[in-house]
Structure formats: C-alpha cells, structure tokens
C-alpha cells in the first residue's frame, strides 16, 4: 500500500530556544534535529512521498535536510518537499493544521496511488514502527487512527488531544487543549487517514472557518458522529518536548541507557545529517561521568550527566553538571555551570558561574558571550 507522509514543523515556543528555528529544527540528543525522528519513521516505514509543512523560521531545518539524502528521500519521483506558508499567497500564517493542509493539496493530490497518509509532529519524539500503526489503521476500517500514550496526563500537563477508552479501545471520551486526567490517554500527534477522505474533509472544514485538526476533524467529527476513530496504543518511549522544563528534562533521560536504547536503537535507526569530525579528544586531567558526547569535542574538565553536542570544548578546571551544550559552544577556564541549556557557538568566560533549576534551566542564546 503506497502512503504519502506529513511532517508538521510544529511552531510552539520554546522561548530562547525556537526564536530564530522550528521545533523541527531544535538540536535534540548529542547530534540530531528533533525532525529526525519523523523523517527517519516514515522512511523506514517506506514512505517515500513526504512534504514538510512550515509556517515560519525554516530556514535552518532546510540547511539541515537538504535534498533528504540521510533518509532515502532524493528520488526523481515522490521524495522529500518543502510545503511553505507562501504556496498560496492570500496564507502566509496558517492558524491551525487544516489550513495548512488547505494550502498544500497540489502535494495531497500528486501519486493517486497512494491511499494513506501520515501526518506527524515535530515535537513529540518517538522510535516508531509505523508499518504496524498502518496495518492497525487498515483492520480497524475507520475514518482516522490516532497514536496514543499512556502515563502522559497526570491532570497537570496541557495535552493537545487526550481520550478516554473503554476495556475494548474504544474512544469514550475527549478532551482538547485540557490538562486531562491521569486515566485519559495522550495523542501523540501522529494520525493515518485515508487520503482522498482527509482531502475532502479538509476542504469542508475550511469552507466552515475550521482550521484545526484535533478540535474541529477529530473532537467535533467524532462527537457529531461524522468520524470513527481507532487508537493505536504505543507502549515504547515518548518524549514530549512542548516546554523547556520538558526538553531539558527529556534531554537528561537519555543518558538511562534503557530510554537512550528505546530512542535510537528500538525498531528501527535515526538518521540524521552526516558531518565528518575528528573523535572527541579527553585531557588527562578531565574526569567524565554519566554524559553523551558527540564527536569533535575538546574535554579538558569535568563534566558530570550532561549532553554534549559536536565540537564543544571544556577548558581545564571547568565543573559542567546537568548541561545541555549545543555544537560549537567553549565553556572557559574554572567556569561553572549547573542546570544550564548553551545554545550553538556560545562562549562562557573564564571563571563564570551559571546556576539553574530542574524545572528552570538557564538558556544562553545563540552566539552570546557571557
């Protein structure tokens, strides 16, 4: 079965983090974008038809997926497109998925042979066999399935679309934009519709002002009886990454081995842009504990539970703990830094001292000095 795949870019704020990129484009894990993810599950699915779709700041997630050549994607036919705002001149914004979706039905419409689509997110990371999630879709016979997530709402967390089940699956309840219950479900914004319903139905909603997926298809389709939906339950690792809290958080888990083997290494790999750098060097002075380091890296001091990207370097005597530090970024000479997210090219200066929290970690903006 030919399916055609959906990458929304996501444009939530990530404060300091997103000014200037996407959440697609959001440094994640050591040396990949948060859009790996996505590419690399709808590719090892066999999805070779995929559009991204982005509202604003794309360039930087452009640069880092080119011509899609890391996932298989540069094919004369099908391949890897970019759905800007200014397909369609009278949207530069678009106010919600559907309108986005309004704007890119050239790209629906090309390969009438494909029957699904998939539609997924920028900011929920998940290593996914999607094959399964089709199947699921296809058996199930209705309108949409819908990824979901147990152990996410705890009646605190804002869930974009939460559903309550009953013992058989079935949706008996639904929430959106609603700090759900701990006995709902989560979305994980990943959904498979056939594709000749979703053109239809996107262009009904917006000739009724509806620009939104999980409000107006879902949650309204469903409680008119217009929309069945299926739940596909995921039981593996799903990180959400739609707060700074969370994306610190998240970055952290990934030094526990078991979420580290669940994200990289679980049904399939993730791939990302290939750079070619020199292995990390280690002073004989540095002492190391509990850290992923990517390649390129200068480690003269100690680090401690910390996610270092490429080509970072720490200075002698500087104490780094509980850190996310983005590529190309110098912490200098008896600095200290606790609980404190460095953009790229950061420069921390001899001797400084940056002291975050768990739950508000300090985040120094690309190409500052401090």
């Given amino acids: 079965m030919n399916v055609t795949g959906i990458v929304f870019t996501n444009d939530a704020s990530l404060g300091e983090l997103t000014t200037k990129r996407t959440m697609a484009s959001l440094p994640f894990g050591g040396r990949y974008r948060q859009v790996d993810w996505a590419l690399s599950n709808l590719a090892c699915a066999g999805v070779r038809h995929i559009g991204i779709i982005s509202r604003h700041n794309f360039q ?21 497109e970019f759905l800007t705002p200014y397909a369609q ?29 998939i539609m997924t997110d920028s900011a929920i990371l998940s290593n996914i066999d999607l094959t ?8 199930s016979g209705r309108n949409i399935t819908v990824v979901t997530k147990a152990g996410i709402c705890n009646g605190e967390k804002m869930i974009d679309l939460a559903m309550k089940l009953d013992g058989k699956g079935n949706v008996t309840d639904m929430l959106v934009d609603f700090a759900a219950p701990a006995d709902y479900v ?14 239809q139905q996107t262009k009904e909603m917006i000739a009724r002002d509806k620009f939104h997926m999980d409000r107006d298809l879902v949650l309204g389709g469903w409680q008119r009886g217009k929309v069945s939906v299926n739940v596909y339950p995921f039981d593996g690792a799903a990180l959400y990454n739609e ?18 083997h669940d994200m990289f290494g679980g049904n399939h790999p993730i791939y990302t ?26 480690l003269e001091g100690n680090v401690k539970e910390s996610i270092l990207f490429r080509q ?28 404190v997210i460095l953009d790229k090219d950061v420069t921390v200066t001899p001797g400084a001292k940056l002291i975050g929290t768990k739950k508000s970690p300090v985040i120094v903006k690309r190409g500052e000095t401090v």
């Avoid at 704007?103 to 494909?114: E, I, K, N, R, T």
């Avoid at 989560?186 to 053109?199: N, Q």
């Avoid at 842009?273 to 200068?298: F, W």
């Fill in 60 to 80: 930087s997630l452009m640069n880092h997926i080119g011509d899609g050549e890391e996932w298989g994607l540069e094919l004369e036919e099908g391949g890897l």
């Fill in 89 to 117: 001149s009278e949207v530069h914004r678009y106010r919600g998925k559907l309108e986005s979706l309004a704007s890119a039905m050239d790209f629906l419409a090309y390969g009438s042979d494909d029957e699904l689509v």
């Fill in 132 to 139: 399964k999630v089709i199947a699921a879709h296809v058996k």
């Fill in 186 to 199: 989560a979305s994980m914004d990943i959904f498979v519709v056939g594709k000749k319903w979703l053109i």
């Fill in 243 to 260: 707060s700074v809290e969370e994306y610190f958080k998240n970055s952290m888990a990934l030094i526990d081995r078991d979420i580290r």
């Fill in 273 to 298: 842009k290939v750079r070619d750098r020199v292995p990390t060097y280690y002073g004989e002075e540095c002492q190391i504990a509990n850290c992923l380091a990517a390649d390129g890296c200068m």
């Fill in 312 to 339: 970072v370097t720490i200075a002698p005597g500087a104490d780094v703990e509980n850190c996310v530090i983005m590529n190309d970024s110098v912490v200098g000479e008896g600095a200290e830094l606790k609980y």
